[in-house]
């Protein structure tokens, strides 16, 4: 495609309960990463995949938070018992090969409220 | 760990002055430093990318520099418009991990 999409653009669910959030990186990507964003912050690092495994998951919050890549193109992000805290903007970027002077292409997220 | 501040967090220009956004990292071993655009409701934009051995890249009116040692980056806009109203902000990949380090962003509005 010609750009990152995300989807959907906004959920709202309540407290408790599983959500799960869509990338699409541009075609060909092979690095895709995820990020989440609260009011006023700047992107904080979640996962980073290389291919459909996953090179370094240190930013997932706890084991609530969990994302795949089955084929190594789109990915999925999955949120078990939200927490009004889950509430950000959620991120998606991806780079063409995850070496490390690229440019990392971002989507317009998701913004998720959890009740 | 990193850490990586801007200064000012929020920034109101009238149209056509010059300015200067500033961003700090506390951790000099950096790999490259890319400053982003966003938009309110928008994803980011990637506006300049500076590789750890450069000192400034330009692109039309934005010009940023790199001081490693100092850890510093400085993004300068020149004859501001209204379009570049928004929040910038400055990301660091360090030496540790493929991730960027991002900071809380300068909120930019420029009046017409």
């Known amino acids: 495609g010609a750009g990152v999409s995300q989807t959907p653009s906004n959920k709202v669910t309540e407290k408790g309960k599983y959500v799960e959030l869509r990338c699409d990186p541009i075609?060909?990507?092979?690095?895709l990463y995820w990020y989440r964003q609260s009011l006023g912050q700047g992107p904080e690092f979640l996962i980073y995949?290389?291919?459909?495994?996953?090179?370094?998951d240190s930013g997932l919050p706890n084991d609530r938070f969990f994302a795949v890549r089955p084929e190594g193109s789109v990915s999925t992000l999955k949120i078990q018992r939200t927490e009004r805290g889950d509430s950000a903007v959620y991120l998606c970027a991806s780079s063409a090969s995850g070496t490390w002077g690229e440019t990392q292409y971002f989507g317009p997220g998701t913004r998720l409220l959890v009740l | 760990k990193q850490e990586v501040t801007q200064i000012p967090a929020a920034l109101s220009v009238p149209e056509g002055e010059n300015l200067v956004l500033n961003c700090s990292f506390t951790d000099s071993a950096i790999y490259n430093l890319q400053w982003f655009r966003q938009d309110p409701g928008k994803g980011l934009t990637s506006l300049l990318l500076?590789?750890?051995?450069?000192r400034e890249q330009t692109s039309g009116r934005l010009n940023a520099s790199l001081d490693k040692s100092s850890g510093r980056s400085t993004l300068y806009i020149a004859a501001s418009q209204p379009g570049d109203s928004a929040t910038y902000l400055c990301a660091v990949r360090d030496n540790y991990g493929q991730n960027f380090v991002f900071g809380p962003g300068t909120r930019l509005s420029v009046l017409p």
């Open positions: 075609s060909g990507h092979t690095a």
């Open positions: 995949f290389q291919g459909t495994g996953a090179a370094d």
């Open positions: 500076i590789q750890s051995s450069q």
